[in-house]
């Protein structure tokens, strides 16, 4: 997959990495669209969440990032979402995972639990890492309940 675009939001939780995160991502010369939060004032993770599902939904982006605390938050936000496969992650091998036999197309980062640097490896595996499809394209067409 040729990730061109990618939306990001968080919460005060997930707020001190996002600069970073959003610096690596755009090295790769991927445009990215920031739904904020912007400082570490206390928020709600839905008002920042929903955006990015929205944008991840609708195709106006190719995946999405979000992060907040536990990452739990976050990720029942977005799953929410008809459209949204979000995988709360928080090693590299769970990010391939989540897109390797899931199909996630939002990762949920739980930023009071990972450090810096494995929130970016996992960003990094996220990006490159594609769908494995097969005996996992049946699995994951069978998650809707519509
Ligand atoms: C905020 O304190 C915290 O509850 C939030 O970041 C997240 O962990 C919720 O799931």
Same mark, same amino acid.
């Given at each position: 997959m040729n990730i061109q675009k990618i939306a990001i939001g968080c919460d005060h939780g997930g707020f001190a990495y996002k600069d970073a995160i959003i610096e690596f991502l755009t090295n790769q010369n991927i445009e990215v669209y920031d739904f904020g939060? @912007? !400082?570490?004032? !206390?928020? @709600?993770?839905p008002d920042f969440v929903h955006p990015v599902a929205e944008h991840v939904e609708s195709e106006n982006v190719d995946l999405g990032i979000v992060l907040c605390g536990s990452g739990n938050g976050a990720a029942m936000t977005a799953n929410k979402h008809q459209g949204i496969r979000a995988g709360l992650c928080w090693t590299e091998e769970l990010a391939a995972l989540a897109r390797q036999? /899931? /199909?996630? /197309?939002i990762l949920s980062i739980p930023a009071r639990f990972v450090s810096k640097e494995v929130a970016l490896s996992m960003v990094a595996t996220f990006i490159a890492t594609d769908f494995e499809g097969g005996r996992h394209e049946r699995r994951v067409g069978k998650m809707s309940c519509m």
């Open positions: 939060t @912007d !400082s570490g004032d !206390s928020v @709600d993770y036999h /899931n /199909n996630a /197309n």
